[in-house]
């Protein structure tokens, strides 16, 4: 494991690039931490304290503190009001404590001309696959993560739950346990410790599995993007963005093509269904969070 890793970081930040590492003080984040000062790049140790669990909370900062202290490199610790945050913004804890922690650590990798890297590994790619599966994403919520992000690094995606559990106790690597994740009232939790252990007994190889099918996704959403991009039915004029439904609807698949490019501007699937429907439509206006979109006969 030590030997991919070390070639994955290379690709991914280079003989001399410092890294820090989001550490919550569980198992992954804290085997991250160990690969990357093995490796070499390791450059500090960073933290989030969200303040939802207590002593729990409390406890973890302490942890990860004396991590950093092991491995003889700086420590970085930011607490936030997340409540304040998620009622202030009308959005979710999880959804505030995201904002929260990626607009920090943009603001530390500027401020320590660094790179940030968290612990997603395999099973979180398999995981996400599944449960905007259950949502109806589409192609932007199947493709997966990442590797690299421009300042934010995913280095353990090559990598296993299984296989990080196994290095951690090879290595005698403590961490602590957040007793949220066993819980089986958060939907990731079920998909983590019902479904997918389900479907490895119909395929043992599960988690590698849908971590190619999600790469695979990528390449297809990729491909449809440029032909959004040199496409002549669909063009930006100012604020405005022109979609010549007549001449698109020509092209084979071309509702992939419309999905992909209105669900960006917030517009729902069910939306974008009616607006597929066709330009005989004239007049019909439509309206998502942050556009309108107006059907007219040319």
């Known amino acids: 494991m030590e030997k991919k890793f070390r ?79 998620a009622q202030a913004h009308g959005i979710s804890l999880q959804m505030a404590a995201r904002e929260l922690r990626y607009n920090w650590f943009r603001q530390l990798a500027e401020a320590q001309q660094a790179l940030v890297a968290t612990a997603h590994q395999a099973n979180d790619v398999a995981e996400t696959l599944l449960f905007n599966l259950t949502k109806g994403t589409g192609l932007p919520g199947l493709h997966g993560l990442d590797e690299r992000q421009g300042y934010l690094l995913r280095p353990l995606l090559a990598f296993s739950r299984t296989e990080i559990l196994q290095f ?38 599960f988690v590698q599995a849908a971590g190619r099918t999600a790469q695979r996704l990528r390449l297809v959403e990729t491909f449809v993007q440029g032909i959004i991009d040199r496409s002549s039915f669909i ?41 597929a429907a066709g330009p005989h439509q004239s007049g019909k206006l439509f309206t998502s969070p942050t556009h309108q979109l107006n059907i007219d006969r040319q």
């Open 235 to 275: 063009e930006q004029r100012g604020n405005h963005l022109i979609i010549n439904l007549a001449e698109l609807s020509k092209l084979p698949g071309w509702q992939a093509v419309l999905y992909q490019a209105l669900r960006p501007l917030g517009f729902n699937y069910a939306q974008i269904d009616q607006i």
């Open 168 to 205: 951690a106790r090879e290595q005698q690597i403590d961490w602590r346990e957040d007793a949220s994740n066993q819980s089986l009232k958060y939907q990731r939790n079920r998909l983590r410790h019902k479904i997918v252990p389900e479907l490895e007994q119909i395929n043992p190889a």
């Open 7 to 85: 070639d994955i970081i290379k690709r991914l930040a280079g003989e001399q690039q410092a890294v820090i590492a989001a550490v919550s003080a569980g198992l992954d984040s804290v085997v991250l931490a160990r690969l990357l000062h093995d490796s070499g790049h390791l450059a500090a140790v960073a933290h989030c304290n969200f303040r939802l669990r207590g002593e729990e909370a409390e406890a973890d900062a302490r942890f990860v503190a004396q991590l950093a202290e092991r491995l003889g490199v700086p420590y970085h610790l930011q607490s936030f009001d997340t409540t304040d945050y």
